[in-house]
């Protein structure tokens, strides 16, 4: 199956910061996700992406599906402590499968 | 609270051993997902189930099955456990069948093989 690669896989950064993680595929995907997941919790949709060049917000969160359709970044601004969790990115595969990323953990020193 | 349930929530059993994990989707969805979560392997689709029908296939062993009862709640049934099934399992579930359907995840049950 198709492979995402994340990056950073994990980010250590100071309260009020911004932040930036993206993920680059071999392959071409149709839909881009952002999910974020919480210690014992199931991951959480952040932003959906449907079309190539779409840029779209979701309050202090911004994304991007990049125009070759084969990547995309996630952009946090103004980093709070709630902000902390693990971050992944996941493409559409065919109909129905989700491909995800391995993941960016993100620490944030108060 | 997404709406999905799971049960149960932790799990520890023996290898060789066979579990039941149960899922509820959120009400009016009719598509459920099943994906396991290793630290190794990162979060991987299983299966999917669409009002009762397997609708798309991951990257499920043979020793595990699933089914969408008329309820619309799913099991997933993993049988001859191994050391390497250890992992989090968890369902999410769309209105749809799939595509473009935002999924919604459960909290997810933790299964620890011994």
């Known amino acids: 199956g198709q492979q995402l690669n994340q990056s950073p896989q994990s980010m250590f950064i100071q309260e009020g910061e911004d932040v930036s993680m993206n993920c680059t595929s071999s392959?071409?995907?149709?839909?881009w996700l952002w999910y974020k997941q919480d210690p014992g919790e199931g991951p959480v949709l952040l932003i959906a992406?449907?079309?190539?060049?779409e840029l779209t917000s979701n309050g202090r969160l911004t994304a991007q599906f990049g125009i070759t359709r084969k990547d995309s970044f996630l952009n946090i601004s103004a980093s709070i402590p709630s902000d902390v969790g693990i971050y992944f990115c996941?493409?559409?595969?065919?109909?129905?499968?989700?491909?995800f990323g391995q993941g960016t953990r993100l620490t944030i020193n108060p | 609270d997404s709406g999905v349930t799971q049960t149960p929530k932790h799990l520890i059993t023996a290898t060789g051993q066979r579990v039941t994990l149960r899922c509820s989707p959120r009400?009016?969805?009719?598509?459920v997902y099943w994906y396991q979560q290793s630290l190794d392997q990162g979060l991987q689709f299983l299966i999917q189930?669409?009002?009762?029908?397997?609708?798309a296939k991951g990257n499920i062993l043979e020793r595990f099955s699933a089914q969408q009862f008329p309820d619309l709640h799913s099991e997933l049934n993993l049988s001859s456990l191994e050391l390497g099934d250890s992992a989090l399992y968890f369902c999410?579930?769309?209105?749809?069948?799939?595509?473009?359907?935002?999924?919604?995840f459960g909290p997810g049950t933790r299964l620890t093989v011994l």
């Open positions: 999410a579930s769309s209105k749809g069948r799939g595509g473009a359907d935002t999924q919604y």
């Open positions: 392959s071409i995907f149709n839909t």
């Open positions: 992406l449907y079309k190539a060049g």
């Open positions: 996941a493409g559409l595969e065919g109909a129905q499968k989700l491909v």
């Open positions: 009400s009016g969805d009719l598509s």
């Open positions: 189930y669409y009002n009762g029908e397997e609708r």
